[in-house]
């Protein structure tokens, strides 16, 4: 009896559980960059896309106001309660900290009574617009994985504009507008993300929403960034795998959740009335008390861990690859251009691993056969390898495809072969010198049975040995021009 009712609860709380919770507490894939696997050929590494935790990203940011000198305090002065206009006995005084309201305090642990907050100075300069710039730099490139929310300790404001930039606060685009009357305040007509669709899920929209009400559970402003996700994953964001495929092959989608800074225009304070009470103007300014940003470092899905260091966040790379964002191939790997990481296939994505380029592999047997000798097909192949998909060649080249790209190459033509030989096997007969070195003697020519003394599995055993200078040979009796070449 006792177990059933146990049961009973257990499956009680799972139910109100998933209820209360519309997404997931932590979601995302892809946090783990290598991993080793058995083939036939031994223990390789399987590489596969990998990204950061998603996290706090207000730990990292650094705030800038302006104006610089907008914080109440300094002179110190009085302000109204909001709703009451006669309660005008609360103190801003920068130089103690009891009665200080600077700006990290919209950053700090929340939680206690009495809240901590930023204020800005009141309206005292009543008509000029009572204006704040709040802007948020993290000196690096982040992804958005969850939404923003911004909680006021006064009313929300009645006209607000939330902009994002991509070029480190040189350039800057709005996200979202906000206002009692968005027609009025921004010639917009109002709509709310519930408005939008995949077609639509980029438009700019200007919401009314979060811009009227006085209670105490009216300060809070969202901007919807799961609500976003959800046209693509679904409403409980269940099919992650499809927005994932979105982000993948979609860049606009992928650049509207990426910034580099945000910031928060504040355009007029709320007011509650039609008019301006030009004899309390001590009762409208600006406080807020808490602003969340989630979100991980951008690393082109090429790293799993993020650090901060020296005030700096800085992908610890992965793949070969290097910098700030992971966003190019490290020194001797650029035998192909850069790429990022990709999602798919799902779940484990493709590394986009870069390979080792041609000076780091064998510089002697590239200027012996010439950059061309290493085909596109060739360094595809390499690249499968070190994903450990394959190990043959592709067509217009022989050999085994290896990490260092030295068997798989196109053959030199018979006759060019045929040429090598003679000259060497002419060397060999008669002791010449060039330029003070003896020239190699003919079992080192591995391109054609018949052109030295040692039988063909040579070129075999050279194939395999990972040394310059080699090229896998082949069967067939000489043409008159190469048996003339031979001797």
């Known amino acids: 009896m006792y177990l059933s009712r146990f049961l009973s609860i257990h499956a009680l709380w799972v139910t109100v559980s998933s209820v209360m919770q519309p997404y997931p507490l932590v979601w995302g894939h892809y946090d783990v960059c290598k991993t080793q696997i058995y083939t036939e050929e031994g223990k390789v590494w399987d590489y596969m896309a990998c990204q950061p935790e998603s996290t706090d990203m207000t730990k990292y940011l650094k705030v800038k106001l302006d104006p610089p000198d907008i914080t109440c305090g300094d002179p110190p002065e009085t302000f109204c309660a909001m709703g009451n206009p006669y309660m005008c006995n609360n103190e801003c005084d920068a130089s103690t900290p009891e009665l200080a309201h600077p700006p990290e305090l919209m950053f700090d642990f929340e939680g206690r009574h009495p809240s901590t907050f930023w204020q800005s100075a009141t309206w005292k300069e009543y008509p000029k617009p009572l204006q704040v710039n709040i802007t948020l730099s993290w000196s690096k490139t982040i992804e958005l994985t969850d939404n923003i929310v911004i909680t006021f300790e006064s009313g929300r404001p009645d006209q607000m504009i939330l902009e994002k930039s991509l070029d480190y606060g040189r350039t800057w685009q709005p996200y979202q507008y906000y206002a009692t009357d968005c027609l009025d305040a921004f010639h917009m007509d109002p709509k709310s993300v519930k408005d939008l669709s995949q077609h639509t899920v980029l438009e700019i929209i200007c919401t009314e929403e979060y811009s009227t009400g006085y209670m105490t559970n009216s300060k809070i402003i969202h901007f919807e960034i799961k609500d976003r996700f959800a046209f693509f994953a679904g409403p409980w964001l269940r099919n992650m795998a499809s927005l994932y495929g979105q982000l993948d092959t979609t860049k606009k989608l992928r650049d509207f959740f990426t910034v580099t800074d945000l910031r928060i225009r504040l355009l007029r304070p709320a007011v509650g009335e039609i008019f301006v009470d030009e004899l309390h103007l001590a009762r ?41 964002d992971c966003g190019k191939c490290k020194k001797n790997y650029q035998g192909r251009p850069w790429s990022p990481g990709s999602y798919l296939p799902i779940p484990k994505g493709t590394a986009n691993t870069c390979i080792p380029s041609i000076s780091s592999i064998g510089r002697q047997e590239f200027l012996h056969r010439g950059p061309t000798a290493y085909s596109t097909g060739c360094r595809k192949e390499v690249s499968k390898r070190m994903s450990a998909t394959t190990s043959s060649c592709t067509a217009r080249t022989e050999g085994r ?39 190699p003697a003919p079992r080192r020519c591995c391109c054609w049975p018949r052109c030295w003394a040692q039988p063909a599995p040579c070129c075999s055993r050279w194939a395999t040995s990972h040394r310059p200078g080699r090229v896998p040979a082949w069967e067939g009796e000489p043409t008159q021009r190469e048996h003339s070449l031979l001797t």
Do not use: M
């Open 401 to 439: 495809a290896t990490t260092t790209c030295a068997a798989c190459v196109r053959p030199r033509t018979r006759a060019s072969c045929a040429r090598s030989c003679g000259a060497r096997r002419r060397a060999a007969a008669a002791p010449t010198r060039a330029r003070g070195r003896p020239l």
């Open 284 to 324: 409208y300014f600006y406080a807020i008390s808490d602003i969340k940003v989630h979100g991980r470092c951008k690393c082109n899905l090429h790293a799993t861990v993020c650090v901060y260091d020296n005030s700096k966040l800085t992908c610890e790379c992965e793949h070969n690859t290097t910098g700030p």
